[in-house]
Protein backbone atom coordinates (compact mmCIF):
# COMPACT_ATOMS: atom_id res chain seq x y z
CA UNK A 1 0.00 0.00 0.00
CA UNK A 2 1.11 3.40 -1.00
CA UNK A 3 0.41 6.50 1.24
CA UNK A 4 -0.08 9.50 -0.61
CA UNK A 5 0.25 12.81 2.08
CA UNK A 6 -1.41 15.40 0.98
CA UNK A 7 -4.37 15.90 -1.47
CA UNK A 8 -3.42 19.39 -4.06
CA UNK A 9 -3.20 18.50 -7.58
CA UNK A 10 0.50 16.73 -7.09
CA UNK A 11 -0.81 14.11 -4.78
CA UNK A 12 -4.38 13.61 -6.78
CA UNK A 13 -2.38 13.76 -9.95
CA UNK A 14 -0.22 10.47 -8.49
CA UNK A 15 -3.53 8.56 -6.79
CA UNK A 16 -4.63 9.24 -10.76
CA UNK A 17 -1.30 7.49 -11.66
CA UNK A 18 -1.65 4.71 -9.25
CA UNK A 19 -5.33 3.72 -10.37
CA UNK A 20 -4.29 3.56 -13.59
CA UNK A 21 -1.09 1.14 -12.78
CA UNK A 22 -3.16 -0.76 -10.61
CA UNK A 23 -1.22 0.34 -7.42
CA UNK A 24 -2.79 -0.16 -4.39
CA UNK A 25 -2.45 3.20 -2.61
CA UNK A 26 -4.55 5.51 -0.27
CA UNK A 27 -4.58 9.45 0.40
CA UNK A 28 -4.18 11.17 3.70
CA UNK A 29 -4.93 14.76 4.17
CA UNK A 30 -6.02 16.64 7.06
CA UNK A 31 -9.09 18.09 4.94
CA UNK A 32 -11.08 17.79 1.78
CA UNK A 33 -9.21 19.84 -1.29
CA UNK A 34 -9.66 23.60 -0.78
CA UNK A 35 -10.97 25.82 -3.86
CA UNK A 36 -8.42 27.44 -5.95
CA UNK A 37 -9.32 30.59 -8.34
CA UNK A 38 -6.13 30.33 -10.56
CA UNK A 39 -5.75 28.82 -13.67
CA UNK A 40 -2.97 26.27 -14.82
CA UNK A 41 -0.99 26.50 -17.89
CA UNK A 42 -0.11 22.85 -19.14
CA UNK A 43 2.09 22.05 -21.99
CA UNK A 44 1.75 19.76 -24.39
CA UNK A 45 3.48 16.66 -22.29
CA UNK A 46 1.55 17.33 -19.03
CA UNK A 47 -1.88 17.30 -21.00
CA UNK A 48 -0.51 14.32 -22.90
CA UNK A 49 -0.02 12.28 -19.59
CA UNK A 50 -3.46 13.59 -18.06
CA UNK A 51 -5.46 12.63 -20.37
CA UNK A 52 -3.62 9.18 -20.25
CA UNK A 53 -4.76 8.76 -16.86
CA UNK A 54 -7.89 10.86 -16.87
CA UNK A 55 -9.53 10.55 -20.44
CA UNK A 56 -12.36 13.13 -18.72
CA UNK A 57 -9.23 15.79 -18.82
CA UNK A 58 -10.02 18.74 -21.34
CA UNK A 59 -8.54 22.11 -21.21
CA UNK A 60 -10.34 24.99 -21.12
CA UNK A 61 -8.53 26.97 -23.72
CA UNK A 62 -6.01 26.60 -26.33
CA UNK A 63 -2.81 28.89 -26.92
CA UNK A 64 -1.57 28.60 -30.35
CA UNK A 65 1.27 31.34 -29.78
CA UNK A 66 3.36 33.35 -27.61
CA UNK A 67 5.61 36.65 -27.37
CA UNK A 68 8.23 37.24 -25.04
CA UNK A 69 9.58 40.53 -24.57
CA UNK A 70 11.84 42.90 -21.88
CA UNK A 71 10.25 46.35 -21.04
CA UNK A 72 11.79 49.22 -22.74
CA UNK A 73 13.51 46.94 -24.80
CA UNK A 74 13.42 46.85 -28.54
CA UNK A 75 13.81 42.92 -28.37
CA UNK A 76 11.02 40.01 -28.87
CA UNK A 77 10.93 37.06 -29.53
CA UNK A 78 7.58 34.92 -30.92
CA UNK A 79 6.88 31.46 -30.52
CA UNK A 80 3.78 30.04 -32.95
CA UNK A 81 2.87 26.00 -32.35
CA UNK A 82 2.41 25.76 -36.36
CA UNK A 83 6.72 25.96 -36.40
CA UNK A 84 6.62 22.65 -33.99
CA UNK A 85 3.86 20.55 -35.16
CA UNK A 86 1.67 21.32 -31.93
CA UNK A 87 -1.88 21.70 -31.65
CA UNK A 88 -1.36 24.47 -28.82
CA UNK A 89 1.63 25.91 -27.35
CA UNK A 90 0.29 25.93 -24.30
CA UNK A 91 -3.31 24.77 -22.60
CA UNK A 92 -5.12 26.68 -19.72
CA UNK A 93 -7.13 24.22 -17.18
CA UNK A 94 -8.97 25.85 -14.01
CA UNK A 95 -7.29 24.43 -11.19
CA UNK A 96 -10.92 23.77 -9.42
CA UNK A 97 -12.48 21.76 -12.25
CA UNK A 98 -9.67 19.64 -12.48
CA UNK A 99 -9.34 19.13 -8.65
CA UNK A 100 -12.81 18.22 -9.36
CA UNK A 101 -12.52 15.83 -11.65
CA UNK A 102 -9.96 13.91 -10.15
CA UNK A 103 -11.51 13.89 -6.58
CA UNK A 104 -14.62 12.47 -8.10
CA UNK A 105 -12.86 9.01 -8.50
CA UNK A 106 -10.64 9.49 -5.29
CA UNK A 107 -11.62 8.60 -1.60
CA UNK A 108 -9.57 9.91 0.94
CA UNK A 109 -8.21 9.48 4.63
CA UNK A 110 -9.15 11.95 6.66
CA UNK A 111 -6.24 12.76 8.90
CA UNK A 112 -3.68 14.61 10.61
CA UNK A 113 0.20 12.78 10.45
CA UNK A 114 1.40 13.52 14.06
CA UNK A 115 4.48 10.95 13.79
CA UNK A 116 6.49 9.40 10.77
CA UNK A 117 8.11 6.39 12.23
CA UNK A 118 10.37 4.51 9.96
CA UNK A 119 12.89 2.90 12.45
CA UNK A 120 11.02 -0.61 10.89
CA UNK A 121 11.64 -1.99 7.97
CA UNK A 122 8.45 0.08 6.32
CA UNK A 123 7.44 3.17 7.29
CA UNK A 124 4.62 3.60 9.71
CA UNK A 125 2.07 7.02 9.75
CA UNK A 126 0.76 7.65 13.23
CA UNK A 127 -2.03 9.70 12.05
CA UNK A 128 -5.05 11.22 14.39
CA UNK A 129 -7.32 8.31 13.85
CA UNK A 130 -4.62 4.97 13.78
CA UNK A 131 -1.06 4.19 13.11
CA UNK A 132 -0.58 2.37 10.17
CA UNK A 133 2.34 0.93 7.91
CA UNK A 134 2.58 1.29 4.05
CA UNK A 135 5.38 -0.15 2.21
CA UNK A 136 6.08 3.90 0.65
CA UNK A 137 5.09 7.32 1.25
CA UNK A 138 4.55 9.86 -0.98
CA UNK A 139 5.01 12.83 0.42
CA UNK A 140 2.80 15.69 -1.88
CA UNK A 141 2.02 18.30 1.02
CA UNK A 142 3.46 21.03 -0.35
CA UNK A 143 6.37 23.50 1.29
CA UNK A 144 5.95 23.11 4.67
CA UNK A 145 5.82 19.38 4.30
CA UNK A 146 5.59 17.76 7.28
CA UNK A 147 6.79 14.49 6.36
CA UNK A 148 9.98 16.20 5.28
CA UNK A 149 10.77 17.93 8.64
CA UNK A 150 10.38 14.25 10.36
CA UNK A 151 12.52 12.62 7.93
CA UNK A 152 15.04 15.75 8.70
CA UNK A 153 16.13 16.47 5.23
CA UNK A 154 16.99 19.84 4.78
CA UNK A 155 16.72 22.56 2.46
CA UNK A 156 18.57 25.60 0.45
CA UNK A 157 16.46 28.02 0.20
CA UNK A 158 16.72 31.33 -1.91
CA UNK A 159 15.20 34.21 -2.38
CA UNK A 160 11.45 35.00 -1.40
CA UNK A 161 8.83 36.92 -3.07
CA UNK A 162 5.73 37.67 -3.93
CA UNK A 163 3.18 37.14 -6.73
CA UNK A 164 0.19 39.10 -7.39
CA UNK A 165 -2.77 36.78 -9.82
CA UNK A 166 -4.91 39.09 -10.94
CA UNK A 167 -8.84 38.28 -12.59
CA UNK A 168 -8.64 39.79 -16.55
CA UNK A 169 -11.04 40.60 -19.83
CA UNK A 170 -8.29 40.35 -21.88
CA UNK A 171 -8.45 40.77 -25.89
CA UNK A 172 -5.87 38.76 -26.86
CA UNK A 173 -4.94 35.94 -29.18
CA UNK A 174 -1.28 35.33 -27.12
CA UNK A 175 0.33 34.21 -24.37
CA UNK A 176 2.38 37.14 -23.43
CA UNK A 177 5.52 36.67 -20.79
CA UNK A 178 7.22 40.30 -20.06
CA UNK A 179 10.27 41.05 -17.98
CA UNK A 180 11.06 44.37 -16.06
CA UNK A 181 13.96 45.09 -14.47
CA UNK A 182 11.85 44.40 -10.67
CA UNK A 183 9.03 42.66 -12.37
CA UNK A 184 7.99 39.27 -14.34
CA UNK A 185 4.56 39.75 -16.15
CA UNK A 186 2.45 37.34 -17.90
CA UNK A 187 -0.85 37.36 -19.74
CA UNK A 188 -3.50 34.47 -20.21
CA UNK A 189 -6.09 36.26 -22.64
CA UNK A 190 -9.54 36.01 -22.66
CA UNK A 191 -12.96 36.67 -21.42
CA UNK A 192 -12.06 35.21 -17.38
CA UNK A 193 -8.29 35.61 -18.75
CA UNK A 194 -5.66 36.06 -15.79
CA UNK A 195 -2.36 38.46 -14.86
CA UNK A 196 0.27 37.53 -13.29
CA UNK A 197 2.50 39.31 -11.78
CA UNK A 198 6.15 38.39 -9.90
CA UNK A 199 8.66 40.06 -8.34
CA UNK A 200 10.35 40.81 -4.86
CA UNK A 201 8.11 41.49 -1.40
CA UNK A 202 8.08 44.63 -1.99
CA UNK A 203 5.12 43.79 -4.54
CA UNK A 204 3.06 42.92 -1.98
CA UNK A 205 3.03 47.15 -1.39
CA UNK A 206 1.60 47.41 -4.54
CA UNK A 207 -1.97 47.81 -5.83
CA UNK A 208 -2.53 47.26 -9.44
CA UNK A 209 -4.71 49.65 -11.24
CA UNK A 210 -6.36 48.71 -14.76
CA UNK A 211 -4.45 52.14 -16.34
CA UNK A 212 -1.30 51.07 -14.64
CA UNK A 213 -1.26 47.55 -16.07
CA UNK A 214 -1.96 48.85 -19.13
CA UNK A 215 1.45 50.82 -19.07
CA UNK A 216 3.42 48.14 -17.93
CA UNK A 217 2.24 45.68 -20.97
CA UNK A 218 2.71 46.50 -24.94
CA UNK A 219 -0.20 48.43 -26.03
CA UNK A 220 -1.50 45.33 -28.51
CA UNK A 221 -2.73 43.84 -25.42
CA UNK A 222 -6.42 44.69 -24.92
CA UNK A 223 -6.79 44.99 -21.30
CA UNK A 224 -10.72 45.14 -21.01
CA UNK A 225 -11.23 45.09 -16.83
CA UNK A 226 -9.54 43.44 -13.89
CA UNK A 227 -10.61 41.75 -10.33
CA UNK A 228 -9.96 41.83 -7.01
CA UNK A 229 -6.02 40.67 -6.87
CA UNK A 230 -4.87 37.56 -4.80
CA UNK A 231 -1.31 38.13 -3.12
CA UNK A 232 1.18 34.53 -2.93
CA UNK A 233 4.39 34.66 -0.78
CA UNK A 234 6.81 32.06 -1.43
CA UNK A 235 10.23 31.20 -1.16
CA UNK A 236 12.62 29.23 -3.15
CA UNK A 237 14.17 26.19 -2.15
CA UNK A 238 15.41 22.95 -3.00
CA UNK A 239 15.92 19.87 -0.30
CA UNK A 240 19.66 18.30 -0.49
CA UNK A 241 17.37 14.84 -0.87
CA UNK A 242 13.87 13.56 -1.95
CA UNK A 243 14.26 10.34 -0.89
CA UNK A 244 14.67 8.86 2.77
CA UNK A 245 13.07 5.20 4.76
CA UNK A 246 11.22 4.47 1.67
CA UNK A 247 9.61 7.63 1.62
CA UNK A 248 9.53 10.01 -2.01
CA UNK A 249 9.24 14.04 -1.83
CA UNK A 250 7.52 14.90 -4.85
CA UNK A 251 6.18 18.54 -5.92
CA UNK A 252 6.72 21.33 -3.79
CA UNK A 253 7.67 19.15 -1.15
CA UNK A 254 11.10 18.83 -2.36
CA UNK A 255 11.19 21.67 -4.84
CA UNK A 256 9.76 25.36 -4.11
CA UNK A 257 9.84 27.84 -6.84
CA UNK A 258 7.63 31.00 -8.18
CA UNK A 259 4.43 30.94 -9.12
CA UNK A 260 5.63 32.02 -12.64
CA UNK A 261 5.76 30.88 -16.32
CA UNK A 262 3.48 26.96 -15.37
CA UNK A 263 6.81 26.12 -14.08
CA UNK A 264 5.81 24.07 -10.68
CA UNK A 265 2.64 22.04 -12.09
CA UNK A 266 3.94 20.91 -15.61
CA UNK A 267 7.46 19.99 -13.63
CA UNK A 268 5.60 18.05 -10.62
CA UNK A 269 3.73 16.10 -14.08
CA UNK A 270 7.10 15.32 -15.88
CA UNK A 271 8.84 13.60 -12.74
CA UNK A 272 5.50 11.81 -12.67
CA UNK A 273 5.58 10.71 -16.24
CA UNK A 274 9.01 9.27 -15.15
CA UNK A 275 7.60 7.17 -12.49
CA UNK A 276 4.84 5.75 -14.57
CA UNK A 277 7.87 3.90 -16.50
CA UNK A 278 7.94 1.88 -13.37
CA UNK A 279 5.78 -1.76 -13.74
CA UNK A 280 5.74 -2.28 -9.99
CA UNK A 281 6.66 0.51 -7.14
CA UNK A 282 9.53 -1.10 -5.13
CA UNK A 283 11.99 0.63 -2.88
CA UNK A 284 15.15 -0.44 -5.21
CA UNK A 285 13.15 0.95 -8.44
CA UNK A 286 11.89 4.18 -6.66
CA UNK A 287 15.75 4.70 -4.99
CA UNK A 288 16.95 4.30 -8.67
CA UNK A 289 14.40 7.50 -9.76
CA UNK A 290 14.61 9.95 -7.36
CA UNK A 291 18.45 9.60 -8.16
CA UNK A 292 16.64 11.05 -11.96
CA UNK A 293 14.32 13.12 -10.64
CA UNK A 294 16.37 14.92 -7.96
CA UNK A 295 19.02 15.59 -10.84
CA UNK A 296 15.33 17.36 -12.50
CA UNK A 297 15.27 19.71 -9.27
CA UNK A 298 18.18 20.89 -9.50
CA UNK A 299 18.39 21.48 -13.04
CA UNK A 300 15.06 23.85 -12.25
CA UNK A 301 16.51 25.33 -9.59
CA UNK A 302 19.35 26.94 -11.19
CA UNK A 303 17.79 28.08 -14.35
CA UNK A 304 15.08 29.23 -12.33
CA UNK A 305 18.18 31.18 -10.15
CA UNK A 306 18.79 33.30 -13.80
CA UNK A 307 14.84 33.57 -14.62
CA UNK A 308 13.95 34.95 -10.71
CA UNK A 309 16.88 36.92 -10.53
CA UNK A 310 17.18 38.63 -14.21
CA UNK A 311 20.92 39.19 -14.24
CA UNK A 312 20.98 38.83 -17.67
CA UNK A 313 18.68 41.83 -18.14
CA UNK A 314 20.94 44.07 -16.65
CA UNK A 315 23.37 43.67 -19.60
CA UNK A 316 22.68 46.30 -22.19
CA UNK A 317 24.17 44.39 -24.93
CA UNK A 318 21.27 41.49 -24.54
CA UNK A 319 19.82 40.31 -27.78
CA UNK A 320 17.14 37.99 -26.77
CA UNK A 321 17.40 35.82 -29.82
CA UNK A 322 20.03 34.01 -28.64
CA UNK A 323 18.21 32.96 -25.58
CA UNK A 324 15.10 31.92 -27.02
CA UNK A 325 16.18 28.16 -26.93
CA UNK A 326 17.03 28.50 -23.54
CA UNK A 327 13.74 30.38 -22.48
CA UNK A 328 11.69 27.58 -24.29
CA UNK A 329 13.29 25.17 -22.47
CA UNK A 330 13.01 26.85 -18.47
CA UNK A 331 9.40 28.22 -19.66
CA UNK A 332 8.51 24.64 -21.00
CA UNK A 333 5.96 25.57 -23.36
CA UNK A 334 7.06 22.34 -25.36
CA UNK A 335 7.38 19.83 -22.82
CA UNK A 336 10.31 18.10 -24.47
CA UNK A 337 12.84 19.25 -21.34
CA UNK A 338 13.30 15.75 -19.84
CA UNK A 339 12.96 14.16 -23.38
Given amino acids: MIAIIGNGLSGLSFAQLCQYKGWPYEIIAPTQPGSNSKKLLLNHQSLTLLKEICPDVTPDHIYDSLTINIKNKPCEINFSASDYDLPGIAYAVSYNRLSELFSKKITYTQAHVHRLDYSQQRPVLNMSNASKKYQHVIACDGAR ?116 AAQGFNHTLAQINHLAELDILTPE ?50 GNRYA
Fill in 145 to 260: STIRSQLGIKQNKGASGVSIIIPAHINSKTLHIQFSQKVTGAILPGENGQIILSGTSALRQFTPTLQELKQFFPEYIDLVSIGTPIYISYQRAITHSNYAHNCLLLGESALSIPPI
Fill in 285 to 334: SIRKKSTYLAQMNQQLWQEMAIISNHPFLRNQFLNLAQHSQFLTRQLFIF
